[in-house]
């Protein structure tokens, strides 16, 4: 069946811009997670949804950074006023009910010049 | 603050040989432990997950081992092949909310 997708997977903006990255989960899914991955190191955890609900925000690194999840499905990571700093490699993954296991997308490549 | 440390930084192997790597953790207490693979330009694999009750955990030729006493964990990958050239992520786990904790990761090669 159809993984977890992302779009844009790249995505080249400049400083000052607000960027939108969507995530798909798998159908199903009930939880999805956000992460930022910066250059050879591992995902770092900015939030996650179960349903539509936010259960966990703490990892975004400042009010620059939002999500939603409107309707429990698809959702949304929203980068207002972009950084440099901001460049990473963006990863949602979703997981089934009462699952520890989850899946991850292709990510969304964000360069900020 | 939670932490997860991991070693080597980077590890080049034969095929066929055998491996071991390394994590620790100071995140107490903790739900989970996982060891992730990630190849080049994908996300992270989950290869074993085990509970703050488990000791060891096997995936066909990936063999985890928890030490909670100590909070260390290790990966062995056994008989290694070219395929298994990739990073390695330890994640572990709080039991309270999905804030899970990713350790940098160690970056295999194995070289024929």
């Known amino acids: 069946g159809a993984g977890v997708s992302q779009s844009p997977r790249y995505k080249v903006t400049k400083r000052g811009q607000d960027v939108a990255l969507r995530c798909d989960p798998i159908?199903?899914?009930?939880?999805l997670y956000w992460y930022r991955q910066a250059l050879g190191q591992g995902p770092e955890f900015l939030t996650y949804f179960n349903y539509e609900a936010q259960q966990d925000k703490s990892g975004l690194p400042n009010d620059r950074f939002s999500a939603e999840r409107p309707e429990g499905s698809i959702s949304t990571l929203t980068i207002q006023r972009t950084e440099q700093r901001d460049s990473a490699m963006y990863r949602c993954?979703?997981?089934?009910?009462?699952?520890?296991?989850?899946?991850f997308g292709p990510g969304t490549r964000l360069t900020v010049t | 603050k939670n932490q997860v440390e991991q070693s080597p930084q980077s590890l080049i192997i034969l095929e066929g040989k055998n491996c071991t790597l390394q994590?620790?953790?100071?995140?107490?207490?903790?739900?989970?432990l996982r060891w992730y693979k990630q190849d080049t330009g994908r996300g992270p694999v989950s290869l074993t997950i085990?509970?703050?009750?488990?000791n060891t955990k096997s995936n066909g030729r990936y063999t985890a081992t928890l030490d909670a006493d100590t909070k260390q964990s290790s990966l062995h990958i056994t008989a290694s092949q070219l395929s298994d050239s990739a990073s390695y992520i330890c994640v572990v786990s709080p039991p309270y909310g999905q804030n899970f904790v990713f350790g940098p990761g160690t970056r295999l090669s194995v070289l024929p």
């Open positions: 159908s199903g899914h009930v939880s």
């Open positions: 994590c620790n953790y100071t995140v107490s207490p903790f739900s989970n």
């Open positions: 993954a979703s997981s089934p009910p009462g699952a520890y296991e989850q899946y």
């Open positions: 085990m509970t703050f009750s488990e």
